[in-house]
């Protein structure tokens, strides 16, 4: 069964940092798009990081650029997101997903999240 | 930054009705228009890419149309277990947006 599981999620101070990882299964990791997004308790869906397939395009929101970085191991079938200086509007599910298809701009599969949580 | 709209805020119909979700983008999108589904407690799910292009395995009640900046999401005929939150989203431009959701609620 194609998946995406999301782990590193947790309890961190404001300013403190935090490293999320989406395990990826079942599909070629490798020949796909990622995308992380995020929502906050009882509010809407937020776009935060694109990395392409090859690792050569990476996007950002602007309320998290600088502090946050999106990466990828195509090796390991992984894919990452460091986040610093966290914030307590940064409070919420994460969310790691995978376009469809490389000319298909649609997130098709969709981890079940792991929660942050920004708080002193 | 592409803001999209989406109108109404809950819809409230009772099953066998149609339903009819509106996304307006503040500029053009082209086709570059995406539904998802989200009932509480879970991730959301992929119902239509390329506004009018059913995911797999989404039931032929659900259709989309529309193109540059007025979007809809039309249930033909409600279903229980369609009660959740509708969100659109545009993949044409970055930063990548969402619309605010609908939420459908079955009377």
């Known amino acids: 069964e194609v998946q995406l599981v999301e782990s590193g999620g947790g309890l961190v101070k404001p300013g403190g940092s935090l490293r999320l990882s989406c395990a990826a299964s079942?599909?070629?990791?490798?020949?796909?798009?990622m995308i992380w997004v995020r929502q906050a308790p009882g509010k809407g869906l937020e776009w935060v990081s694109f990395i392409n397939f090859r690792s050569d395009t990476i996007k950002y929101a602007d309320s998290v650029r600088g502090r946050f970085t999106i990466s990828r191991d195509n090796a390991m079938n992984s894919l990452y997101l460091q986040m610093s200086g966290l914030r307590a509007e940064d409070t919420g599910v994460y969310y790691c997903?995978?376009?469809?298809?490389?000319?298909?701009?649609?997130?098709?599969?969709w981890g079940l999240g792991t929660t942050v949580t920004v708080s002193s | 930054e592409i803001v999209l709209t989406q109108s109404p805020g809950t819809l409230s119909l009772s099953p066998g009705e149609r339903a009819t979700l509106s996304c307006r983008a503040s500029q053009s999108v082209s086709g570059y228009l995406v539904w998802f589904q989200q009932k509480p407690g879970q991730a959301p799910r992929l119902l239509m890419y390329?506004?009018?292009n059913r995911a797999t395995g989404i039931p032929d009640r659900f259709s989309g149309s529309g193109f540059g900046t007025d979007f809809t999401l039309t249930i033909s005929s409600l279903e229980p277990e369609d009660a959740a939150v509708y969100y659109c989203q545009q993949r044409s431009a970055w930063p990548l947006t969402f619309g605010g959701g609908t939420k459908v609620e079955i009377k």
């Open positions: 390329d506004a009018s």
């Open positions: 997903t995978r376009d469809k298809d490389l000319n298909i701009r649609a997130s098709d599969i």
């Open positions: 079942a599909f070629t990791f490798s020949s796909y798009n």
